[in-house]
């Protein structure tokens, strides 16, 4: 981590970070990246270029040991796959992956037989088991060769050995890629709180795959940073809000399915202090697991679970919100200008223009 990230620069956010201000603040998370960047120039599909790739979070790690998890959706043109039995089990049973909008089905295969492979399954009965890998998209074939399919199992697979705890990288890296926030370079971020000893001491951590948004909307810290950058915009030019962006709320509070969900129906109020709205064209989607409460999962026997009051709930709600907002502004603070497929090029937001225009709304941090 030595790209300057937003508080670098100087940005306030609301809140008290943990210690690496990222998803692995969570004792136990793990991420992992596979990024894939080849080829220049006009488009030939199968051949490039490539801006693609694939992030994976580990949420204990490589043992088998479900945690509870809820989703939310603020608007539905996206995918992630599983939350079907999510919803109806409560558990998230496996590694989540993020990825580009055609290779959610090669990585989800993948993660089938790295689960299989590294006996991270709970099978029926010998050598009889079935996984529903959760696997959640943005698209970026603004940038990316998207019909070449060049993300392949081998990346899913990279990016699951690969995952450590510790900094996460962001901007241009994994499933990040190719994408683009309010018209500029977008990609991966990630953020934390931590609560006061007052409400409980827990953390809260989010990582986001941001892909969406028009410079008009952009807002930062309260002031209205795309209306005063028109320019710097990608060069092939619609400012339609076609993104998407997938939000990864973590925390190690004892929260049951039906809270998580919750949790995850905060992630808005984020996404919508930097000026995203949920566009038509917008896959919004959203899933919180709880680290607490090892053991929970069992095919057989009843197990005694710790669950947080539903009234000790407002400062994970208040945090999850906060980390989001700060996550997507990491993402594109992290991100760096990127010339993709026929030239196509998204610029990076100008760190010192940003500053300057903080600076001139009295928002500058000291």
Same mark, same amino acid.
């Given at each position: ?86 919803e109806e089990s409560g558990f998230l049973e496996g590694p989540l992956m993020i990825t580009n ?116 909307? %952009? ?7 795309? /209306? @005063? $950058? ?5 060069? =092939? &030019? #619609? ?106 090029? %998204? ?7 940003? /500053? @300057? $225009? ?5 928002? =500058? &941090? #000291?």
């Open positions: 981590m030595t790209k300057p990230r937003a508080r670098d620069l100087g940005i306030p956010f609301d809140g008290e970070p943990g210690r690496l201000n990222a998803i692995t603040d969570i004792a136990g998370i793990e991420v992992g990246t596979a990024t894939i960047i080849s080829g220049d120039g006009r488009l030939e599909i199968g051949r490039g270029p490539a801006r693609t790739g694939v992030t994976a979070i580990l949420p204990r790690g490589r043992v088998f040991d479900p945690v509870f998890a809820g989703t939310a959706v603020l608007n539905g043109n996206g995918e992630m796959t599983g939350t079907i039995w999510i909008s055609h290779s959610v089905g090669v990585v989800r295969d993948a993660v089938i037989g790295w689960q299989g492979r590294n006996g991270l399954v709970a099978p029926l009965t010998h050598d009889i088991y079935w996984c529903l890998p959760v696997v959640a998209e943005t698209y970026d074939g603004t940038l990316n060769d998207i019909n070449g399919f060049h993300v392949a199992a081998e990346h899913a697979v990279e990016a699951l050995d690969g995952a450590r705890p510790g900094p996460v990288a962001e901007g241009n890296v994994g499933g990040g890629t190719g994408m683009s926030l309010f018209g500029f370079k977008g990609g991966t971020g990630t953020a934390s709180r931590k609560l006061s000893p007052e409400e409980g001491g827990h953390v809260v951590g989010v990582l986001v795959q941001g892909n969406f948004g028009r410079r008009k909307n %952009l807002m930062i810290a309260g002031v209205p940073v795309g /209306r @005063e $950058i028109p320019d710097l915009l990608p060069d =092939l &030019a #619609s400012d339609r809000d076609t993104g998407s962006i997938i939000v990864v709320i973590a925390t190690d509070a004892p929260l049951l399915p039906h809270q998580l969900k919750r949790l995850a129906r905060r992630a808005p109020i984020g996404i919508a202090r930097t000026g995203g709205y949920g566009a038509n064209g917008s896959g919004d989607i959203f899933l919180a697991f709880s680290t607490a409460n090892p053991g929970a999962f069992s095919r057989r026997d009843s197990r005694l679970v710790q669950v947080l009051p539903n009234d000790a709930m407002d400062g994970l709600i208040e945090a999850a919100a906060q980390a989001t907002e700060e996550a997507i502004v990491n993402a594109l603070v992290a991100a760096e200008t990127m010339t993709g497929r026929d030239g196509n090029t %998204l610029h990076a937001i100008p760190h010192e223009r940003l /500053r @300057e $225009i903080l600076r001139k709304y009295n928002r =500058l &941090a #000291s």
